[in-house]
């Protein structure tokens, strides 16, 4: 009888890590038709990715994504169907009104609607998901809002050409 319990004890690898799109754990839904309308000046905009998300570690009920934004890109208002807790690794994400650096963090519930904008050195960030598996739902928003994303991600192609990470540092405390 073949043993079907995960196993209690893993090493990951970064270096491993398959992107989160190859990962196929995330799925798209939700109606979004200004998104859609705005879709050419945004795909010419990306050109430049602001952006790069893996996954290192996945299991049953649980998984684990490492994100890097690069300086001012803007996640756009979304949200998963999933409780969701978040790292600032390195650099600083801009949430609101708040500023999290490095050592920071956030939870948000399942369908609680988020968004963030890098700071000034881009921004390492690990995500700790309750799933293996879990969806998207990007918030739409009027079509000149989407075109003002468009202008801003097109703005930050120079910078993020060749754009290094942030540099980690050790939290105030240590």
């Known amino acids: 009888m ?7 004890f893993e090493i990951f690898r970064g270096a491993d890590a398959p992107t989160l799109d190859d990962c196929a754990c995330m799925t798209y839904e939700g109606e979004t038709p200004n998104l859609i309308a705005a879709q050419s ?18 299991r049953e009920g649980m998984s684990l994504a490492r994100l890097w934004v690069k300086s001012g890109f803007p996640l756009p208002l979304h949200s998963h169907d999933c409780d969701c807790l978040y790292y600032v690794v390195a650099g600083s994400i801009r949430m609101g009104t708040e500023t999290l650096d490095a050592g920071d963090g956030f939870f948000v ?3 609680v609607p988020y ?16 799933t293996d598996s879990f969806n998207i739902k990007v918030r739409d928003k009027p079509v000149p809002a989407w075109e003002k994303l468009a202008g801003t991600l097109r703005e930050g192609h120079a910078r993020w050409a060749d754009e290094q990470p942030p540099v980690r540092r050790m939290p105030e405390k240590a």
Do not use: H, I, K
Request: proline letters at 9%.
């Open 2 to 8: 073949a043993d079907t319990q995960p196993p209690r």
């Open 41 to 58: 000046q945004l795909v010419d905009a990306m050109q430049v990715r602001g952006e790069y998300a893996d996954v290192p570690y996945r």
């Open 109 to 111: 519930g399942s369908e």
């Open 115 to 130: 968004a963030y904008t890098a700071g000034p050195e881009g921004a390492e960030v690990l995500e700790f998901r309750t």
